[in-house]
């Protein structure tokens, strides 16, 4: 690895002129989270350049350029073959490029690189549109990446991608030159502002077309998906300089200039769907169906080989086509029809049902066929059998292996003897883990191996694979690049795939546009035979629990300090790159990664929910914590629990003087105290400090009792939210939607000395948390005689922690604890008690937040129940994410909470919403902090609703 103990340069120190101290960062921290993407590259930049607005970018480039600095875009850094790093300027485009414009009721959309595709598709579904690509990383994957590696994906084609759907961009060029190419003078003002750029493409416009050769080249590569090299096919299609400047800027990779907005146009959304998985004896076999299938209207046909198929196997929720197989040279076909409405869905199925009832599926012991299902939950575990090949794979690999899902391209005609070969390549160079899947309606195979590239031989191991893949895939005309990206991975190999007439036309091009060739050089073009296996990453063991990260980074669109310090990913990857550091380095980033990573995470674990290999970094940052107690601080921890009603009773007084004390005088104090005493030991008071709440209800335990309410300990602690809608707080609603609807509860003994348990868990006092474990379980047991009562919690948090305690617990407290069934008060009050209560009242409109412990119980739709019960009209900011307060860590990092929330309060300031609801106090807390909004709990909200009037 490369040194990240970088001194300020010239370049830099301009750059900070230009755009300010903050957009530059060059702490050994920033360089090393930010040096890492999904690739199996490793290059540490010398600075890193969070750009905020076009201008900045254009900015970078000219600064760049008279530094001689080389510079790289990277934005959500999902890309597999290494476009996204950068030994000279990387520039963050993500955090501030997240602009969205609908044009035309959804026809088209403009929209800036940051946002992921998952946002701007949710955004056009309300218009029963969505973009045309869908690549399996649309989740974390961002329109820049979309747009510069031309994605496709399952049932885009080559019809749908990001070169047929595109209609404008503007764009950054290499010597800081800005054009819209959607404005009606942009061919003029290309023409006038880079006249070399202009005639350029105009003469390889002129010389292409000319060349019968490379007409023939051009069009048979770029007749299948195809991502090698540079969009040439922009000369055959396009007149215009500033049409063929624009197509070819897709696809190239950030190689050419940056992506600043880009006009698409959209597709129709298809949510009717019917899918089958239709099992063959035989390869052969399955390929020889594929015509059928693609004639019969097909939309996804997705191929999984013999090995994948062993892999899904040891899924137990594997559907039985596939667990009752024995499983020797069968290959799998994923089938998916799909329409706008029920009735076109209808009529697609009638005629694949003509086509399934006439194919030939092998040996008349195997099992039948599925039948096509529309059935959602059925739907789902198919599509699950494709897409856990990744997670099963990676996620079993061995330690220090690289996880290298690869992706190539050939005519379908030849798919079969293509896949055969692979397999026997996989056997002759010892890949006996491999497995191939792909969309085998465009010929586009993945296949992933798991390659020590650490070790020497195994790296000659992997070139000599790599030459013999090469030799295939071009001897079959097909390209060694579908999807993924040439990257620096297949770079030298672009000359052999195009021939020398079009790839010295690429050369060209990449001259014209970049004549210092210091736009992300390496990547697409480069001349050095040994390229792609020059810049490897290292993958050391760090620890059992993120040994498995393969870097996708998917997690970070969901992690809460992702604007703030620290992703998941890079909190792994750090942990990485100190294992691999010694001296300095290694204590700076030692020293580093105390706040950066440990103090600053939310510990909500998200990130769980979004890894494919099922990591959860929040629970390791909590174990990193645990780390830093000795015994002494265990047993304060233990103390805690033993005496919680005192403790809270001393809190609540706390909060109760707190009220008393001038807001400047008590902002002076907090102040003060974090900065002698460390701002992980005293709150911040910025912002005010809230009121405390009332006490919690007594123990009761009626013999009709219904279920056990858990009032949280939090209600008690924080009082509910003031205004125009200010509430009873959220135990004291509660309570009384109970007794308006009839339904008694019991309240556990002793539970003003009770609490989930997260305090002391997030915090590290893993004793503590033990002790108050033990001493929930014992009276929950008994108040909900034994199991036979639901327990519910008044705090999404909180009833998640309940949830998740039996942890925790050993033996029989353990086995007895997993018996109960921990809701969430809004589950229990949209099953039990809305059904019984009265709306008497409902609010215009209403804002709501889930929480993340929303999203780990699953209880969104409860939520959305309850607060249609409440409102007319409920929006849920499609920007929603955690909002990082996570208990009370947003009082002592408040930069987490703003950093967490900036995108959906920017996208509530432009609501017209009356309420604003959420689930959990400390949650309205943070949204309130955020929004400058008064957020209150639903049950809150409800039980305004259905009060009587007096």
């Excluded at 970088?6 to 040096?35: C, I, P, Q, S, Y």
């Excluded at 990383?137 to 496709?152: D, K, L, Q």
């Excluded at 070969?421 to 309606?441: C, E, M, N, P, W």
């Excluded at 809230?690 to 209800?697: H, K, L, M, S, T």
Aim: charged fraction near 20%.
């Amino acid at each position: 690895m490369t040194s990240a103990l970088v001194k300020d340069d010239a370049a830099l120190a301009e750059l900070r002129t230009v755009a300010g101290a903050d957009a530059v960062r060059t702490t050994v921290t920033d360089l090393a989270a930010m040096a890492h993407d999904a690739s199996h590259y490793l290059l540490h930049p010398r600075g890193v350049f969070v750009a905020r607005h076009t201008s900045d970018v254009a900015d970078a480039l000219r600064t760049a350029g008279r530094h001689s600095l080389p510079v790289t875009f990277r934005s959500a850094g999902t890309s597999l073959s290494g476009q996204a790093s950068s030994s000279g300027l990387l520039v963050d485009t993500r955090r501030h490029f997240s602009g969205i414009e609908i044009l035309d009721d959804g026809a088209r959309v403009r929209v800036q690189p940051g946002l992921t595709l998952r946002q701007v598709n949710a955004r056009l579904a309300p218009y029963g549109r969505r973009l045309g690509p869908d690549p399996a990383s649309e989740s974390a994957c961002t329109i820049g990446g979309v747009v510069a590696n031309n994605s496709s994906g399952m049932s885009c084609g080559t019809t749908d991608t990001a070169y047929r759907t595109v209609e404008s961009m503007v764009v950054v060029l290499a010597s800081g030159t800005v054009l819209d190419t959607g404005a009606s003078d942009a061919d003029d003002r290309l023409r006038a502002l880079e006249p070399d750029l202009y005639g350029g493409l105009v003469r390889l416009r002129d010389r292409v077309r000319a060349d019968a050769g490379m007409r023939a080249v051009i069009e048979h590569q770029f007749s299948m998906k195809n991502t090698m090299g540079y969009g040439v096919n922009a000369l055959l299609d396009f007149t215009e300089p500033v049409d063929i400047l624009t197509h070819l800027m897709v696809g190239s990779e950030g190689t050419l200039g940056f992506v600043a907005e880009v006009t698409l146009r959209t597709v129709p959304l298809l949510p009717q769907a019917a899918t089958t998985l239709l099992v063959f004896d035989s390869l052969p076999r399955a390929t020889d169906a594929l015509e059928a299938l693609i004639s019969s209207g097909a939309r996804a046909v997705e191929l999984l080989d013999a090995a994948s198929l062993r892999v899904a196997q040891t899924d137990p929720q594997a559907p039985q086509a596939i667990r009752g197989i024995d499983v020797r040279g069968h290959t799998a076909l994923l089938v998916e029809y799909q329409a706008q409405t029920a009735a076109e869905l209808d009529d697609a199925v009638q005629v694949a049902r003509h086509t399934l009832d006439r194919l030939t599926f092998g040996a008349a012991d195997d099992p039948a066929p599925a039948a096509l299902s529309r059935d959602p939950a059925t739907r789902a575990q198919l599509w699950r059998v494709r897409k856990g090949l990744y997670t099963a794979v990676a996620g079993a690999r061995p330690v220090g292996s690289t996880a290298l899902l690869e992706d190539v391209v050939v005519p379908v005609p030849v798919l079969t003897d293509t896949a055969n070969t692979l397999i026997r390549l996989f056997d002759a160079h010892g890949y006996s883990d491999a497995v191939i899947f792909g969309h085998a309606k465009d010929g586009n195979l993945h296949f992933m191996i798991n390659p020590m590239l650490a070790d020497p031989q195994e790296l000659a191991r992997y070139e000599a694979f790599t030459d013999d893949l090469v030799g295939l895939i071009l001897g079959h005309d097909g390209s060694l690049k579908a999807e993924h990206g040439t990257g620096r991975i297949m770079a030298p190999f672009v000359r052999r795939q195009f021939g020398d007439d079009v790839y010295e036309v690429m050369r060209e091009i990449k001259r014209l546009f970049d004549p210092a060739g210091l736009v992300n050089p390496g990547v697409v073009i480069d001349d050095d035979p040994q390229a792609h296996v020059r810049n490897l990453k290292v993958v050391p063991a760090v620890d059992v629990d993120v040994d498995a990260c393969v870097e996708c980074g998917y997690c970070e669109p969901v992690c809460p300090s992702r604007n703030t310090t620290t992703t998941p990913r890079q909190r792994i990857v750090l942990m990485r790159e100190i294992a691999a550091a010694t001296g300095e380095r290694r204590r700076r980033l030692e020293e580093e990664y105390r706040y950066a990573a440990v103090d600053t995470c939310a510990a909500d674990s998200l990130c769980v929910t979004a890894c494919p290999v099922n990591i959860d970094t929040g629970k390791v940052m909590k174990g990193m914590r645990a780390e830093r107690h000795g015994p002494a601080a265990q047993r304060a921890g233990v103390t805690a629990a033993r005496h919680w009603a005192g403790a809270v009773r001393g809190l609540r007084t706390g909060l109760k003087v707190a009220e008393g004390v001038p807001d400047p005088v008590l902002r002076g104090v907090t102040t003060a105290g974090r900065r002698v005493l460390g701002t992980g030991v005293v709150p911040d008071a910025s912002a005010g400090l809230p009121n405390a709440g009332a006490a919690r209800p007594a123990p009761r335990a009626p013999a009709d009792a219904s279920a056990v309410f858990f009032p949280a300990c939090i209600g008690s602690l924080f009082g509910p939210a003031g205004g125009e809608l200010a509430g009873i707080g959220a135990t004291a609603a509660f309570l009384a939607l109970c007794e308006r609807a009839g339904v008694t509860v019991a309240i556990p003994d002793g539970i003003a000395g009770l609490c989930c348990g997260t305090p002391w868990a997030s915090k590290g006092f893993t004793d503590g948390a033990a002790e108050m474990a033990g001493r929930v379980f014992t009276a929950v047991w008994d108040a909900s005689r034994g199991g036979e009562l639901p327990v519910a919690c008044d705090a999404s948090s909180c009833a998640h922690g309940l949830e998740g305690l039996g942890a925790e617990l050993d033996g029989v407290a353990r086995e007895r604890f997993e018996r109960l069934r921990v809701l969430d008060a809004v589950t229990f009050v949209r099953e039990t008690l809305l059904p019984r209560l009265r709306v008497r009242r409902r609010l215009p409109s209403l804002a709501v937040h889930p929480t993340c412990s929303t999203v780990h119980m699953d209880t969104g739709g409860d939520l959305r129940v309850v607060a249609e019960a409440v409102a007319e009209r409920v929006v849920e900011p499609k920007a929603w994410g955690c909002c990082g307060y996570a208990g009370d860590r947003g009082m002592f990092y408040p930069e987490l909470t703003a950093g967490a929330t900036e995108a959906e309060a920017a996208e509530l300031a432009g609501a017209d919403v009356v309420g604003y609801a959420s689930t959990n106090r400390t949650c309205e807390l943070g949204m309130s902090q955020a929004t400058g909004q008064e957020y209150h709990h639903i049950l809150e909200l409800l039980e305004l609703a259905t009060r009587e009037a007096r």
